[in-house]
């Protein structure tokens, strides 16, 4: 069945870049999906990339998308504090009505 | 817009006891979501909805069941609380066309005792 993997944690130090991967199986993928969830709220979408795009580029954030390897990634330029959480990968695939989430990846922030 | 609102915040129920987890949108969405989210675990879907009237099994249907008699409500039901239901629960909705984009409520955190 279709099923998105992603590491559970990353630490990365204040200013540097941050990269989060991801997996996916589903190669009917439409749309790809990074939300956010800060402590004790709920999900909140990042960015999103359409299945024919390679890249996607939103002021800090920049999504590059691999559809032959089935690898996406997210990676936050100049890591702040405020981008401490965890971040889900998701796609839509062969299921219009269903989107399938990775286990999410905490990322801490390191002065 | 108050977007997805989930009530109650918290509750603590005890083994056998039942709830209702209440969930409105007012968005005018058709697509509507319940999953949880254990520690470590990411999302799991429970129910979905496309719209009012229709209803279906998500991934870990199994001691919930829900009803979509509104576009804005999707109640989620507790019928025997178990300990393996304790976890947190999110609603999420959503409109059906363009980037299925997913909006989530603040989640409902339940313990069962």
């Known amino acids: 069945g279709e099923d998105v993997e992603q590491s559970l944690f990353l630490s990365v130090r204040e200013g540097d870049s941050s990269v989060i991967n991801c997996t996916y199986t589903d190669s009917s993928s439409t749309y790809l999906y990074w939300y956010k969830q800060e402590p004790g709220a709920g999900l909140q979408l990042l960015t999103y990339i359409f299945s024919n795009m390679d890249m996607k580029q939103d002021q800090r954030l920049t999504v590059l998308l691999n559809k032959k390897d089935k690898h996406l990634s997210l990676r936050i330029a100049d890591t702040q504090t405020g981008d401490s959480a965890i971040y889900f990968c998701?796609?839509?695939?062969?299921?219009?009505?269903?989107?399938?989430f990775g286990s999410g990846t905490r990322l801490s922030i390191r002065p | 817009n108050a977007g997805v609102t989930q009530t109650p915040k918290f509750r603590i129920l005890k083994i056998g006891q039942s709830m209702t987890l209440q969930c409105t949108q007012d968005m005018n969405h058709n697509y509507m979501y319940w999953y949880r989210q254990d520690p470590g675990m990411g999302l799991k879907l429970i129910y979905y909805?496309?719209?009012?009237?229709?209803?279906d099994k998500g991934e870990v249907p199994n001691g919930y069941n829900v009803s979509r008699s509104t576009t804005e409500d999707f109640p989620l039901r507790l019928e025997l609380a178990a300990p393996s239901q304790t976890s947190v629960y999110f609603c999420?909705?959503?409109?059906?066309?363009?980037?299925?984009?997913?909006?989530f409520g603040p989640g409902t955190r339940l313990t069962v005792t």
């Open positions: 999420a909705s959503c409109l059906g066309q363009g980037t299925y984009e997913q909006y």
């Open positions: 909805s496309v719209g009012a009237g229709i209803t």
């Open positions: 998701a796609e839509r695939g062969s299921s219009a009505s269903k989107i399938i």
